[in-house]
């Protein structure tokens, strides 16, 4: 008899020795996960030594970053920034670098693990990079898996990379799994906050502003994301992202909403049983489960006070108000290039949004434009590799802009 573990859900095999620190790289060390986890290496004096950390344009967050926790290299990825990353180490200890290039290279430095915290698909080839080596990654960045997940998961398994959610929804379900065998999973349930527009009808979202959509209920996260919460795209890319790290149909995952961000996934088995992970909503829990795992580390959240939360509700989810959820998972059941398309096209629309160039409900309806389009010219076929990968991205914002232009 064959015991098959869930890949990428291998034995807990490998302890972090405690006389000996975690090695550890964050790739986007200045955003709201990498300094979560800043914020937990702080709480855990010895567990970790830092390697390296990178960041795109915030070079005096990442200077002072660098400074406290002793990296070896920071890494800033617009190269205009280099001076002044150079002249803020001086004396440090930390080398300095800066570019696309540096970022690759950074990822794939020694180390135990490496959290992939960069926003959107300029995460894609350094956290590749780290997969290369077989590095442990724990991966934040949603967009690697929507835009490349089946080359991405192809290569997570080529290099026998053990791969950590860091999605509190997948983190979540990673948990609730406990290493169970496929046949016995009936379904995955991903709940969704609802974000700020959860009660508002169209109308109200048609002149939302992005003042009001960067206002999440319950999490405090990175701008990009916060809009995709506000959209439900969020649930949409997540729903992509358990596709690929579970071995599940996209028929056997669902989404219920849940307003309070309790819960955040569940698991049905074949025989009726059901479980689910509950934890505060702070990304430090997910965060510390992936650069701990298998052990547990602390973080210092607030515990979860059943008594004083007296309830907890679901509703159902809201497509006709939401449709990017519908959108995403069409996507999904496509296949082929079709995610690629509507990671590529929603980066572009968000950004527009946030640039008051479009209106709430033009994102949603511009990342549907593209997708039709984008299969109307042919642009269709999986993406085998990094740069189809990239250029199925550049022609869905090319597409985007376009829709943009028109309206
Ligand atoms: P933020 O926008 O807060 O941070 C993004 C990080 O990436 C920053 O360090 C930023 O550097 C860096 N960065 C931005 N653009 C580039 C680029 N072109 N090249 C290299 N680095 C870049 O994002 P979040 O922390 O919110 O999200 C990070 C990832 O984690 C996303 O994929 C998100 O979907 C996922 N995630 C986030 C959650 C959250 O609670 N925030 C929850 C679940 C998943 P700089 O600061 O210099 O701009
Ligand atoms: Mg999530």
Redesign the pocket.
């Known amino acids: 008899v064959t015991v098959m573990t869930i890949d990428p859900m291998p034995s807990p095999n490998r302890r972090a020795s405690p006389a000996r620190p975690c090695r550890l790289t964050i ?8 300094t979560s986890a800043l914020d937990l290496v702080k709480h855990s004096p010895g567990a970790f030594e830092i390697v390296a950390l ?6 005096d ?2 200077v002072a970053a660098a400074r406290t926790h002793r990296a070896q290299l920071a890494v ?2 617009d190269p205009a920034h280099y001076r002044a990353l150079k002249a803020g180490l001086a004396g440090s200890g930390t080398r300095a670098a800066a570019g ?1 290039q540096a ?1 690759i290279e950074a990822a794939g430095e020694p180390a135990d693990c490496v959290l992939a ?4 698909i ?2 894609l080839a ?1 956290t590749l990079a780290a997969v290369a080596q077989g590095r442990r990654v724990a991966l ?4 690697c898996l929507v835009a490349a997940g089946n080359l991405f998961m192809a290569r997570v398994a080529e290099a026998g990379t053990e791969l950590l959610p ?3 929804e997948h983190s979540a379900v990673h948990q609730a799994l406990a290493g169970a065998m496929p046949e016995a999973i009936e379904r995955i349930v991903l709940t969704a906050s609802g974000g700020p527009f959860r009660t508002w009808s169209l109308a109200e979202m048609a002149e939302a502003t992005p003042q009001s959509a960067l206002k999440h209920p319950n ?7 916060c809009i ?1 919460s506000a959209t439900w795209m ?1 649930k949409g ?1 997540e729903l992509i992202e358990a596709f690929h790290l579970f071995p599940v149909t996209a028929e056997q995952l669902a989404v219920v909403v849940h307003p309070q961000s309790i819960i955040h996934a569940l698991v049905e088995y074949r025989d009726g049983s059901v479980m689910a992970q509950l934890g505060a909503p702070d ?1 430090r829990t997910p965060i510390a489960y992936a650069l701990g795992w298998p052990d547990r580390i602390n973080a210092p959240t607030a515990r979860l006070d059943l008594i004083k939360l007296g309830q907890l509700t679901f509703e159902a989810p809201d497509e006709q108000r939401f449709p990017a959820l519908a959108l995403a998972r069409s996507a999904m059941i496509r296949g082929g290039a079709a995610t690629t398309v509507l990671n590529g096209a929603n980066e572009l629309a968000v950004s527009a949004f946030l640039n008051h160039r479009i209106g709430f409900l033009d994102i949603a309806r511009i990342v549907e434009g593209c997708l039709n389009r984008a299969e109307q010219i042919g642009v269709v076929s999986k993406p085998q590799s990094l740069a189809d990968v990239l250029e199925i991205d550049g022609i869905a914002r090319q597409l985007a802009r376009d829709v943009i232009g028109e309206r």
């Not at 060390?29 to 990498?34: F, K, N, P, Q």
């Not at 990178?54 to 070079?59: G, I, K, L, R």
């Open positions: 790739l986007g060390a200045t955003g709201s996960v990498g990178t960041a795109h344009s915030q070079v967050q990442l800033i990825g696309e970022l915290a960069i926003i959107g300029a995460g350094p934040a960045n949603k967009e860091v999605d509190s999490w405090s996260m990175g701008q990009k994301i995709d969020n890319l990304m």
